[in-house]
């Protein structure tokens, strides 16, 4: 595994007691749930969506995830969450992340690939210009 970075947005997400399995650690699929709350609040951030709240026509959509674990988590935990967009095409992105345990050692690391959808016609769309320049100048590789 590649060293790991901690990357532009930071997310604090905190462990709950019912998020851990019968081995005495977090569930390896609540990381996963972890990733798309820090995805949510990064995509808020950065306006790629109006609103949660009210119907949009296009945005994006998860089309692969991959993930490593490198350190367990035990509540009381508090965890940083850092991630950025790796790369951009016409039609799709992927967003990179890594978090860290209060002692600054990286729990889990993880890369996911989105498509940018139009939700009327039911398929990909182009990535409107303004996340295209955004994001492509700094990210694209």
Not at 32 to 54: G, Q
Not at 76 to 100: H, N
């Amino acid at each position: 595994m590649p060293k790991p970075n901690k990357y532009k947005h930071r997310y604090k997400q905190q462990v709950a007691w019912g998020e851990m399995d019968a081995f005495g650690h977090v569930n390896n699929v609540t990381y996963v749930r972890y990733f798309e709350s820090a995805r949510a609040d990064y995509f808020s951030a950065e306006t790629l969506w109006d609103s949660p709240l009210k119907p949009v026509r296009f945005g994006p959509v998860l089309v692969h995830l991959d993930m490593d674990y490198r350190k367990q988590v035990v509540f009381p935990a508090t965890l940083e969450i850092t991630l950025e967009v790796d790369s951009i095409s016409s039609r799709g992105f992927s967003v990179i992340c890594s978090m860290w345990n209060e002692k600054d050692d990286c729990v889990a690391t993880a890369t996911a690939g989105l498509v940018w959808f139009d939700f009327e016609m039911g398929k990909p769309a182009q990535i409107p210009e303004i996340f295209k320049t955004k994001f492509g100048s700094q990210y694209n590789k």
